[in-house]
């Protein structure tokens, strides 16, 4: 094992007795949402991923330690630390060696979750694109990392923050699939519909688990994106969301908003705009993830357990 690792006592078990678990990201709790949502809503996620068989392991850095499954104290800790850094691929081991602490973003959850063979993450949204990349070269590192760690990804699509169409062609051309559960669209976040098909639908978890474990066993060594639409009931109109978003990224650049305070800034400016819904629908689309990552994580350990 990575010595860097810290895997608490309730996911070392799981592992023990071939439970299934979820890994589960920080960023979302330390810059993607507000106190005291954030710490409710990861709360609630990590409950829901329990309900449905599997142990979560919320991840982070924290003096130093890639921790994998944080207990109740430590989430606090992220969800309230004024000095908790965002950290992708290139800044893990600058957290690591100043014994510092860290949020992992979707790139740097997926790294760690490899390293303790974690084979499913949950998360809210991917990073992607961003429109105006031709100019900004503004491409999230998470699709990066999607192409060459081998974890199933669980998220409700793309924000439209994001130029999805161009997301969608980063991901074809680094051959990372795109599973969509329950329709053919692939999702938008906020809204079910991307305008854009994923690549292949599997509904069920058993199906889908039997194409992560094909992809894995042919040597592809790719992530897989599992596109879960946010539920009908608290989807946002297209409309609206397309408007908040507009004046959120001509804020961005007035204010020169770069890297990766992007999205962040981007989140936040949603979220006043629309007077708290946004935040509302990422809260339930996340708790939404974890019930299908739950679900194929069992699926996923099967295969493991035989
Ligand atoms: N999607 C959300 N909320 C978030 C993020 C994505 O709904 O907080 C975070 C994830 O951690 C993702 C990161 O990995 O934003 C992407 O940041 P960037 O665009 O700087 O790569
Ligand atoms: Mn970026």
């Given amino acids: 094992m990575n010595p860097h690792l810290l895997i608490s006592p309730e996911v070392q078990a799981a592992r023990r007795q071939g439970t299934a678990v979820v890994a589960l990201e920080s960023t979302i709790v330390a810059h993607g949402m507000p106190w005291p949502q954030n ?5 609630q ?27 109740r104290a430590q989430l606090e800790r992220v969800a309230t630390s ?34 303790a063979d974690i084979d499913v993450f949950v998360t809210g949204g991917i990073g992607g694109v961003h429109r105006g990349a031709a100019e900004s070269f503004d491409i999230s590192a998470d699709l990066q990392e999607l ?52 690549d292949f639908r599997l509904d069920d978890p058993a199906e889908q688990a039997a ?22 009931a608290d989807a946002l109109p297209a409309d609206l969301v397309n408007g908040w978003i507009a004046q959120a990224l001509a804020e961005a650049r007035q204010q ?29 689309l996340v708790v939404h993830n974890a019930v299908a990552g739950a679900r194929l994580a069992v699926a996923l350990q099967a295969t493991r357990n035989g």
């Fill in 82 to 115: 004024p000095d908790m850094a965002k950290a992708s691929r290139r800044d893990l081991a600058y957290a690591v060696a100043r014994r510092g602490h860290a949020a992992t973003t979707v790139a740097a959850t997926m790294i760690v979750a490899h390293l």
């Fill in 45 to 71: 996620v990590e409950h829901t991923v329990r309900q449905h068989g599997a142990v979560p392991a919320t991840i982070a850095v924290l003096d130093g330690r890639l921790c994998v499954g944080l207990d």
């Fill in 256 to 284: 020169n908003i770069a890297g990766k305070g992007t999205t962040p800034f981007l989140l936040a400016r949603i979220k006043t705009l629309s007077q708290g819904r946004s935040l509302a629908t990422n809260k339930a």
């Fill in 211 to 232: 194409f992560i474990r094909a992809h894995w066993d042919l040597g592809l060594g790719s992530g897989v994106v599992v596109s879960n639409p946010v539920p009908e």
């Fill in 39 to 43: 710490l409710e809503t990861a709360l």
């Fill in 147 to 198: 192409a060459r760690t081998p974890v199933a990804v669980v998220c409700a699509g793309a924000k439209s923050i994001l130029d999805i169409s161009l997301t969608l062609e980063y991901l074809e051309t680094h051959g990372v699939p795109v599973i969509s559960v329950g329709q053919d669209a692939f999702a938008a976040f906020y809204c079910r519909d991307s305008g854009f098909k994923a």
